[in-house]
């Protein structure tokens, strides 16, 4: 037996109030109405047998004379007794006979063709439905005759446990009433989520927060007190909706805040054909002289991924080794720039970390924003690269290096089990932030260690909101307490952190200013930077170069390069 189809959406209705068809009213004094549910055989049958309405133990049909009170527990959400009840006109409810009468205000009145008013329960009865094991019979004002019938199941025809179920509700919306607003492609008449009122909290129908530029951190304009970051519309607050208070989580949908969208400038390139690539650098490099021009089109325009099937093409084609071949033709800082792109990306932070510790003196500042701004899988690539190309072991040679806390966090880093999960747990955000104060600001000397396992083991959008109660808890930012509290390549390590949190695009655009401010050019720096994010959020660096500091990041460049060396990074930049 199945029922009939709904005309709304799938189903029969929610129970909710959003939904446009009521239940039927209620037997006078139950308190409620609507469809039972039951663990009972749906077929009626003779009194005590297997088949028919036994006595319920819930709620159950209207109430007959010895069958427990249990029935029709009061809801909240069914309409008043006065709604009508089903018509015999809705789509998909036409049924012989009148279908199911209109419902006069005060209950069930009794049905010349339905089921007889009975005090005592279900009798047979010629004119309803007889007692028969084998199926519903004719019967001239009820259920036509199925042309096979009914055959009978063991246990007859149990009814789902609790009713007809609601629409099932979407990840992460927990119950609640009016604090949501309609779901796209739900609608109250379907049956779904209920549209919230005009007042209630959180994003508007059919819009969601925008992504916000940068590399999983807020943005740049942050108000003080842990509010909501300037300009950012649809930052839902604990008691908006999609926030869930009683799990102390934030959901999936509003994370979105916390991973904004990445830009490269250099994508790949189509139609791409390494072999013809291939041939082309081999005419910049053969007979008197180098196209360098030649060499900058081909290397600025494709990805990494496709200059690494230009190496192997190279190779195949001609039986020699790309890099060493350009590496005998150019020089300087442009041959430096030329032989990072053709490396892969793992290799090549494999060397830089190599350069930053071998020889006398180490670049703390190399080692930490590599470090500090890769993602676990990135940082397990480079240890295996390290290891391929030097023959030793990463986390041995920084240790050997440096030395106390700053070198501790450094291997924590190189571990590369950071927390990638997306989800928000507010309650351990709000522990965290207590126990960073109480490990800095309350006490004599700061405990490290504390400050070492929360900002080196937890995910960017917990450590996001680890902040945020941190500044409410102590009413200035956590950069201003690691900056009271610790000093030197300390303090530079767990700023670096902190600030790839808030904002990735705003650190490596401020690591590009200080490569060209000044006397003088860090061109390892500028360089790095450069060819390490062209093909991740070079747009969002660009963008906040210029927000930051007021001039565009080419200008900078061409102000503070020359050459072949300027043009190729201007292509890079600029993107293809």
């Known amino acids: 037996m199945s029922y009939p189809p709904y005309s709304g959406g799938f189903g029969y209705p929610s129970s909710g109030a959003a939904s446009n068809l009521p239940y039927p009213p209620a037997v006078p004094g139950s308190g409620a109405g609507g469809y039972p549910s039951s663990t009972a055989p749906y077929p009626p049958g003779a009194a005590g047998s297997n088949f028919g309405y036994p006595y319920a133990s819930g709620p159950g049909y209207p109430p007959q004379s010895g069958v427990p009170s249990a029935a029709y527990p009061p809801q909240p959400a069914y309409p008043p007794h006065s709604a009508p009840g089903f018509s015999t006109s809705a789509a998909g409810f036409a049924l012989p006979g009148g279908g199911f009468p209109s419902q006069a205000p005060s209950g069930y009145p009794a049905a010349p063709t339905g089921y007889p008013a009975a005090p005592s329960g279900y009798p047979a009865a010629p004119s309803g439905y007889p007692a028969a094991p084998s199926g519903y019979p004719a019967a001239p004002s009820g259920y036509p005759a199925a042309p096979s019938g009914y055959p009978a199941a063991p246990g007859g025809y149990p009814a789902a446990p609790g009713g007809y179920p609601a629409m099932p509700a979407a990840p992460g919306y927990p119950s609640s009433t009016g604090a949501y607003s309609a779901h796209p492609g739900f609608s109250a008449s379907q049956g779904g989520y209920p549209a919230a009122p005009p007042s209630a909290a959180g994003y508007p129908v059919g819009q969601h927060p925008q992504p916000q530029a940068g590399y999983g951190g807020y943005p740049s304009a942050q108000q003080p007190g842990g509010a909501p970051p300037m300009g950012m519309s649809g930052y839902a607050q604990q008691q908006s909706a999609g926030y869930n208070t009683q799990s102390g989580t934030v959901p999936q949908q509003q994370q979105q805040m916390y991973r904004p ?79 990072a792109l053709l490396l892969k990306s793992s290799d090549y932070d494999a060397m830089c970390l190599h350069k930053a510790i071998e020889g006398l003196g180490t670049d703390e500042g190399a080692l930490i924003e590599i470090l500090c701004t890769r993602s676990n899988k990135q940082i397990l690539d480079i240890k295996q690269a390290y290891k391929t190309l030097f023959r030793r072991d990463l986390e041995k040679d920084i240790l050997g290096d440096t030395s106390g806390h700053f070198g501790r966090l450094l291997v924590s880093m190189t571990v590369g089990n950071r927390d990638e999960n997306s989800n928000v747990d507010v309650a351990r955000a709000q522990a965290d932030a207590k126990a960073l104060h109480a490990a800095g600001e309350k006490k004599w000397g700061t405990d490290e260690s504390k400050f070492n396992s929360i900002l080196a083991a937890q995910s960017i959008a917990q450590l996001q909101r680890v902040f945020d109660e941190y500044q409410k808890l102590s009413g200035h930012t956590i950069e201003r307490a690691i900056s009271s509290e610790m000093s030197g390549d300390l303090k530079q390590g767990m700023t670096t952190i902190v600030k790839v949190v808030r904002n990735s695009a705003a650190y490596f655009a401020e690591q590009l200013y200080t490569s060209m401010k000044g006397l003088g050019t860090n061109d390892r720096q500028l360089v790095r930077v450069i060819v390490t994010r062209c093909e991740v959020d070079m747009v969002q660096i660009k963008q906040e170069f210029q927000r930051n500091y007021g001039k565009t990041l080419e200008s900078f460049i061409a102000d503070d390069t020359s050459g072949d060396y300027k043009k190729i990074l201007l292509a890079l930049v600029s993107g293809n």
């Not at 013809?276 to 196209?291: C, I, N, P, Q, V």
């Not at 190496?311 to 084609?317: E, G, I």
């Not at 033709?329 to 032989?339: C, P, Q, W």
């Open 261 to 339: 969208k990445e830009q490269g400038t250099i994508k790949p390139y189509s139609p791409f054909n390494g072999q013809a690539d291939a041939e082309l650098l081999r005419k910049a490099m053969k007979g008197f002289g180098t196209d360098e021009k030649a060499i900058v089109d081909v290397l600025t325009r494709r990805t990494n991924a496709q200059r690494q099937k230009i190496v192997l093409d190279f190779k195949t084609m001609y039986g020699k080794d790309l890099i060493k071949e350009l590496k005998s033709e150019l020089s300087g800082r442009f041959e430096d720039i030329v032989l």
